[in-house]
Structures are given as C-alpha cells and as structure tokens.
C-alpha cells in the first residue's frame, strides 16, 4: 500500500477478478452473482478476459481507477459519485467488490478483486473514502478527510497487530 500524499491518493496491490454487468445497483446477493457469473466461461464477454490479473487500485476523493500492474495502463475509471454498494463476499473473504453506475450508459457494473489479507480494510477504506468524498462535496474544504481516515484506520489496525503479537508471544512461552 502506498499513499501519494500531495493529491491524497492511495495504492492498493490487488488480483483483478473481473467486471460484470449486473441487473441491480446494491446487495450482497449482486456480489454472488457476480462472482458465480466470472466462474462461468463465456465466449461472447470480453470482460472476463482480462480476469485474474494483478492490477492497483488508486483510491482518491474523486474516485477509484484501476490501472495494469506492469504497464500502469488504465483499465477502468469510477468516479465515488457513480459507487452504490462495497462488500467483501461472505462466501469467500478475500474477495470484494464494488458497483458502479457506468457514467454514460445506464448500466450498472460489479468489479471484484481479491487480496490474500486485506480484503475487509479495503472495503472500509473505500467506505471511508465514499462518506469523505460526500462530506467534502457538502464542506467544501476536507481535503484531508481520507487521509484522516486512513490515519485512523492504521491505528485500529497497529493495536489489532500488538494484541496479536502479544497473543502469539504468551502462546510460544
């Protein structure tokens, strides 16, 4: 993970399951389908060609790109205002996924990734992104409002982390 602090943008290392097009804006049941329908081959879907890849996700308060790992090439742009619903898949946790609204069709798409171990702080942290992107559309003038967000969440996640070494150390002895 990195954080480009000057334009408040965040980087995260993630396997790209893929997009797919999906009927409702929200709900975990989409997140299923969703996953179900990447497991089923389709010739005629050139969305799920490009599956399986290791891609970056940039968060910022304007949106989430993701771009190809090795060629930084953009793949897909989102822009918060366009993502209803973030969810880690209770079947699978190492997977998550977002919907988002396409900006010029009237389509709605599920992009799911999965990351070995932070699947459920990258929903949070994108959670937090979407309120502190709303919150500086209404203040005008939070530009730190996600990097306060990921200040908190390092915290929380420092503390789950000595709990957890002091745990393993009283398990050792």
């Known amino acids: 993970m990195s954080d ?3 334009d408040n943008e965040i980087s995260f ?6 997009r797919v097009e999906v009927v409702r804006s929200d709900g975990l ?8 329908s990447l497991k089923t081959p389709d010739q005629f879907s050139s969305e799920k060609v490009a599956r399986k890849s290791k891609v970056h996700l940039f968060l910022s308060l304007s949106g989430i790109d993701i771009l190809e790992n090795k060629t930084k090439f953009l793949l897909y ?7 209803s619903f973030c969810a880690v898949l209770p079947s699978s946790p190492k997977v998550f996924g977002f ?8 389509t709605n798409h599920c992009y799911l990734f999965q990351s070995q171990a932070f699947s459920h702080v990258l929903v949070s942290v994108i959670g937090d992104a979407f309120r ?6 209404s203040i005008r003038g939070g ?6 967000a990921l ?3 390092n915290k929380v996640l420092q503390r789950e982390n000595e709990e957890l070494k002091k745990r393993l150390a009283g398990q050792t002895n």
Do not use: M, N, W, Y
């Not at 742009?77 to 993502?83: A, F, G, V, W």
């Open 4 to 6: 480009t602090e000057e």
């Open 13 to 18: 290392p993630v396997k790209f399951l893929g």
């Open 29 to 36: 049941e989409i997140l299923s389908e969703a996953a179900q």
């Open 77 to 83: 742009s989102c822009p918060l205002s366009t993502i």
């Open 99 to 106: 919907v988002a609204r396409h900006p010029a069709a009237d």
């Open 132 to 137: 502190a992107s709303k919150k500086e559309e």
């Open 143 to 148: 530009r730190d409002l996600i990097v306060e």
């Open 151 to 153: 200040r908190h969440k």
